[in-house]
């Protein structure tokens, strides 16, 4: 890992769960890291744990000019990062008429909108910097449908297909994009609010995904760019 070495990066979604084992991990790699989430305490614990490698930026995602804002907080306190990871999303069950369009909007722009402010924010410093990682966190869901789960499945499909746009336009500047789905169940706040039990027998720590985190923060990203991979086997590989 001493390509990462005093490398920066950007988390979303890093009070807790996978963004935060993430961040865990590339703090322990060297990295420099500022860590996004609209949960203030949490995500203050978080940085404190990582202390003094790990700067805070409470933000709303689901607000433009905010999330624009905290990119530039981002790049101004950590410097140009090597790897951007949208972790962050939200997701609720239930069903279409139940879904008000205040809802729907702020769900889909957390895990969309978001995606592409904060991309457009470290695109021109990523290419002055010689390049960088985009890395999406996507699920099953960005691929299949599931019941009840309408802009959270809607979300993660456009996140997709947004990766392969990016892929394109990097790929001559040296800058990787890809999606990332877990491949296993993870043990997170999300999770325990939404899996039957039956998954619940089968998660995982999501710290075990990270070495997938920590090899496509590198150089050989660019190998992998524009493809939908799998953290589980991935990691798998690096173990």
């Not at 933000?59 to 624009?68: E, I, M, S, W």
Request: glycine share 8%; with cysteine; proline share 6%.
């Amino acid at each position: 890992m001493n390509e990462l070495r005093g490398q920066a990066a950007v988390i979303t979604g890093a009070a807790q769960g996978l963004g935060r084992a993430i961040a865990r991990a590339y703090a322990a790699a060297g990295m420099r890291v500022a860590l996004m989430d609209v949960k203030a305490e949490a995500l203050q614990q978080a940085a404190d744990e990582l202390s003094p490698s790990a700067v805070p930026i409470v933000v709303d995602l689901a607000d433009g000019p905010a999330t624009q804002r905290a990119a530039q907080a981002a790049l101004e306190l950590v410097g140009t990062p090597r790897v951007l990871v949208h972790n962050a999303a939200v997701l609720i069950n239930r069903p279409l008429m139940q879904i008000a369009l205040e809802d729907w909007t702020r769900e889909v722009n957390v895990i969309l909108q978001a995606a592409f402010l904060l991309t457009q924010a470290v695109w021109q410093p990523m290419i002055a910097g010689g390049g960088g990682s985009l890395i999406y966190v996507s699920s099953r869901s960005g691929v299949e449908g599931f019941l009840d789960e309408a802009p959270y499945v809607a979300g993660k499909h456009a996140l997709e297909g947004f990766m392969k746009c990016m892929a394109l336009e990097g790929a001559p500047h040296r800058i990787a994009a890809v999606t990332v789905t877990p491949g296993k169940p993870m043990r997170t706040p999300m999770s325990e609010a939404n899996y039957p039990d039956e998954l619940k027998q089968q998660w995982i720590d999501p710290y075990l995904l990270t070495p997938a985190f920590l090899r496509l923060a590198g150089a050989e990203a660019l190998a992998l760019s524009g493809q939908r991979l799998n953290a589980w086997e991935l990691s798998e590989a690096e173990r």
